[in-house]
């Protein structure tokens, strides 16, 4: 099983809500990943997990809220977002944590489409 | 820092033709290479990686890659492309400790044309 799940595949919500995208991985990674990609644009890292606990966080706002329960499992939690965090966010995972080898690989899950109205 | 720059940001090519899609990258040590393939609205997949040795990179879906160091370039290629090949192409250089915390280029859109 190479496969990277997320859920849900599209999520649209009020500037007031609270919300949560969550990704899981059953490859035995213990790196996980969330990016963001805005329309015709690149992916951008938000943030790296390794062995559960945060390890980058690329000066992400505070209303974008990580969680990694446990190995296979990364939550996204989103409060009081603006018009413009509307994007596909995608959750990646990989192998080797810590060091690079010949089996350094990141896989992706198809990602959250998220519209924020 | 780390960079990748992907200068076509749009390129069409005849079903059939060869195709090369350029990078170019900045890093100060031996980089970790990627290029991935993205459709509308989907995930990214890989295509190939260069971690060391051999400079030319075979990959899925017929791709190859060459890394040149001199040139600081990491181009991928197709002899023959096939209609289903229009897609995003993102390359992409390894950060981090695992080299996994990807940083992107800003990708090229491949047209096929009949």
């Known amino acids: 099983d190479t496969e990277v799940t997320q859920t849900p595949k599209?999520?649209?919500?009020?500037?007031?809500n609270k919300k949560s995208l969550k990704c899981e991985q059953h490859m035995g990674h213990r790196a996980m990943y969330w990016y963001k990609q805005k329309a015709k644009k690149p992916p951008e890292l938000m943030f790296?997990?390794?062995?559960?606990?945060?390890?980058?966080?690329?000066?992400?706002?505070?209303?974008?809220?990580?969680?990694c329960?446990?190995?296979?499992?990364?939550n996204l939690h989103l409060h009081a977002l603006q018009p413009e965090d509307s994007?596909?966010?995608?959750?990646?995972?990989?192998?080797?944590?810590?060091?690079?080898?010949?089996?350094t690989e990141a896989f992706f899950g198809q990602g959250t489409r998220l519209t924020v109205v | 820092?780390?960079?990748?720059?992907?200068?076509?940001?749009?390129?069409?090519?005849?079903?059939?033709?060869?195709?090369?899609?350029?990078?170019?990258?900045?890093?100060?040590?031996?980089?970790?290479?990627?290029?991935?393939?993205?459709?509308?609205?989907?995930?990214?997949?890989l295509l190939l990686k260069y971690f060391s040795g051999d400079t030319l990179v075979q990959g899925i879906k017929g791709f190859e890659a060459e890394f040149k160091r001199s040139q600081s370039s990491f181009n991928l290629r197709k002899p023959s492309v096939h209609w289903s090949d229009a897609a995003e192409?993102?390359?992409?250089?390894?950060?981090?400790?695992?080299?996994?915390?990807?940083?992107?280029?800003?990708?090229?859109t491949l047209s096929v044309s009949s």
Not at chain 1, 87 to 103: K, N, T
């Open chain 1, 10 to 16: 599209h999520l649209v919500m009020g500037m007031t």
């Open chain 1, 48 to 67: 790296v997990y390794s062995y559960e606990k945060l390890s980058i966080n690329e000066s992400v706002p505070s209303r974008f809220s990580p969680e």
């Open chain 1, 69 to 74: 329960p446990n190995s296979s499992l990364l």
């Open chain 1, 87 to 103: 994007a596909l966010y995608l959750c990646a995972s990989s192998q080797v944590v810590g060091r690079i080898s010949p089996d």
């Open chain 2, 1 to 45: 820092a780390q960079s990748v720059t992907q200068p076509d940001i749009h390129i069409t090519v005849s079903e059939g033709a060869s195709l090369e899609l350029r990078c170019n990258y900045s890093y100060g040590a031996t980089p970790y290479l990627f290029w991935y393939v993205q459709s509308p609205g989907q995930g990214l997949q």
């Open chain 2, 89 to 108: 192409y993102f390359c992409a250089v390894g950060a981090g400790q695992a080299g996994t915390a990807l940083i992107f280029g800003k990708g090229t």
